[in-house]
């Protein structure tokens, strides 16, 4: 019997020690655990910092986009947001339609506060009958692979800076006089061509401020020229948009980019056509920095 309970001591005593020694001597490791972050669908007006501008329609939302302040600098904007349908553990969110990348770009302008053509004409109290002018691209996302994993299940209509980071939200920044626009659109000349469009932080001769469509016997030039400027005058803030002389209003015809005005691109050829309001410098001088919203500043000449 005390032979039993000696035997029975050892083991007891093993056990013990296989417990407490590694807890003296051996291998510990150090850390919190913490629960894994999965980032929530995005609102609209939501700015997200690292995404460049994608020739997928589709592509995913992943964690390298981050939602950041819209007072810092983030490359796009969250422009809408709506759920989709289908089973999240497959993969992928079921659409109840294909991403419409077109109906995406449109919904720009409710998002930056224009709308369709009221009883006096206006798209915007600052617009008045012009459509706004912006260099901006646009893509559908959905949710990355943790967030599908989660189970969300959406898509949304991002709207992209053409040129480098942006500083400011743009969200119904068109529907009232504009502080800034990060999104203003400018010209590497004096000569507005389809598709050719400069950085306004980079030295520049002209700035876009809008567009209209023109029937075929019109010409804007004239008969759009005393709303250009007041457009000219509701968009910068200047007494006088021209500066003394310095800068001109006026409205030009947009070309193709061959530089010709084809049929139905301008007056006496059949169809509409477009035409843009610009301000633009009176001589070889450059500007550094969009006019919208600059007020009483002084005119940014590089």
């Not at 500007?287 to 590089?302: E, K, M, N, R």
Request: with cysteine; glycine share 10%; proline share 8%.
């Amino acid at each position: 019997m005390a032979g039993r309970l000696a035997g029975l001591g050892v083991v007891v005593a093993v056990l013990i020690a296989a417990l407490l020694i590694p807890l003296r001597f051996g291998h510990r490791i150090a850390g919190i655990a913490t629960t894994l972050a999965i980032p929530s669908a995005p609102r609209v007006g939501a700015c997200l910092r690292g995404m460049a501008q994608s020739s997928d329609p589709s592509a995913d939302l992943e964690p390298a986009a981050q939602v950041v302040r819209c007072d810092r600098p983030h490359d796009a904007e969250i422009i809408t947001q709506n759920d989709a349908f289908g089973d999240p553990s497959a993969g992928m969110a079921v659409r109840v339609r294909r991403p419409n990348l077109a109906a995406c770009a449109a919904s720009a302008y409710k998002y930056l506060g224009v709308h369709p053509l009221d009883v006096r004409g206006q798209r915007s109290t600052v617009l008045g009958p012009w459509w706004p002018a912006f260099a901006a691209s646009f893509q559908m996302l959905g949710p990355g692979s943790l967030q599908r994993f989660a189970g969300q299940l959406w898509e949304a209509c991002v709207m992209i800076g053409s040129y480098g980071p942006l500083v400011g939200n743009t969200a119904d920044v068109l529907a009232d006089a504009p502080g800034r626009l990060p999104i203003a659109l400018c010209a590497p000349s004096s000569t507005v061509v389809l598709h050719q469009s400069a950085s306004c932080d980079q030295p520049h001769p002209t700035e876009i401020l809008g567009w209209r469509v023109a029937d075929a016997a019109i010409d804007p030039v004239t008969s759009f020229a005393s709303s250009c400027q007041r457009l000219a005058e509701r968009m910068t803030g200047m007494t006088d948009p021209t500066a003394d002389g310095l800068l001109e209003v006026g409205v030009v015809v947009l070309r193709a980019p061959d530089g010709v005005v084809r049929e139905g691109w301008g007056p006496g050829h059949s169809g509409p056509y477009r035409a843009a309001c610009t301000i633009r410098t009176a001589s070889t001088r450059m500007l550094t920095a969009s006019l919208i919203g600059l007020g009483t500043a002084p005119v940014p000449w590089d």
